[in-house]
Every structure is written in C-alpha cells, then in structure tokens.
C-alpha cells in the first residue's frame, strides 16, 4: 500500500516480511483444501427447478436460475441462506415441493393381498378411495 499510494521503494526488510506472510498463508491454504461435500437436497431441488424451467409456471429468467448456475459451478458445496431461500421461493412458484412428492408415493399391493368383498369395496367408496384426484 506505501509503494502503490506514495510510489515509495518497500525496504529490504519489508519485502522480507511480505514473503514471509505470503508463504504461511500460501502452505495453511494447501492444508486446508479438503474436497467439499456435495449438498444432495439442493441438488435436487435445482434439477427440480431445472426441468420446470420451461414448463410456463415460472419465468424462465428467474433469479434462481442465476444462483443454480453458481451452484453448478461450484459442485452444490456452498449456498449462503439468502440463495437457498431464493430456490425454496421459486420451488413454490412452480408449485412443487420435494418432501410432499417423497412421501405422496403411491403404494402397489398383489392381487393376493386385495380383498374383493362387497364389505370391503363398500368401505373403500365410504373412505373415499375411488374419488377422482383433480379436485
């Protein structure tokens, strides 16, 4: 900083420190580099977002799609809170969250296991098992 405002010639001695410092930060950041984890959640959520991108439920130049461009380039290792609570947003324009398609799986049983009586088709009308899904 004193040679580039003041052009003045660093001392001996001060070029000597430099070098000093600039080694001892140069070997803590080779011990340092530690491959990051891959977040799998944001992942997800991005590929998501990904494959609405040109669905029409959300604007294809959305913001969140800026942040997944980062993301990808940096291997899903870091999100600060502020991106990922861009991406829950945009999750919520299209309209599609994660957890609630994980857990709405629907469950397949054997003909074996289905029991045909007039009682137990009555029941399933009543429990509202045959209703139609697009209410």
């Given at each position: 900083?004193?040679?580039?405002?003041?052009?003045?010639?660093?001392?001996?001695?001060?070029?000597?420190?430099?070098?000093?410092?600039?080694?001892?930060?140069?070997?803590?950041?080779?011990?340092?580099?530690?491959?990051?984890?891959?977040?799998?959640?944001l992942?997800?959520?991005?590929?998501?977002?990904?494959?609405?991108?040109?669905?029409?439920?959300?604007?294809?130049?959305?913001?969140?799609?800026?942040?997944?461009?980062?993301?990808?380039?940096?291997?899903?290792t870091?999100?600060?809170?502020?991106?990922?609570?861009?991406?829950?947003?945009?999750?919520?324009?299209?309209?599609?969250?994660?957890?609630?398609?994980?857990?709405?799986?629907?469950e397949?049983?054997?003909?074996?296991?289905?029991?045909?009586?007039?009682?137990?088709?009555?029941?399933?009308?009543?429990?509202?098992?045959?209703?139609?899904?697009?209410?």
């Amino acid at each position: 900083i004193k040679m580039y405002k003041n052009k003045q010639e660093l001392s001996p001695l001060e070029i000597s420190s430099l070098r000093e410092i600039y080694e001892e930060y140069a070997l803590d950041r080779g011990k340092n580099n530690q491959p990051a984890t891959v977040n799998e959640d944001l992942k997800k959520k991005c590929a998501l977002l990904l494959s609405e991108r040109t669905s029409g439920k959300i604007n294809h130049n959305h913001f969140a799609y800026t942040i997944i461009d980062t993301l990808k380039r940096n291997n899903y290792t870091k999100c600060s809170p502020k991106q990922y609570s861009i991406i829950e947003e945009a999750l919520k324009l299209v309209g599609r969250d994660l957890s609630t398609e994980e857990d709405n799986r629907t469950e397949i049983i054997s003909d074996s296991e289905i029991d045909l009586s007039l009682a137990s088709l009555s029941n399933a009308i009543g429990d509202g098992l045959f209703e139609d899904g697009d209410d």
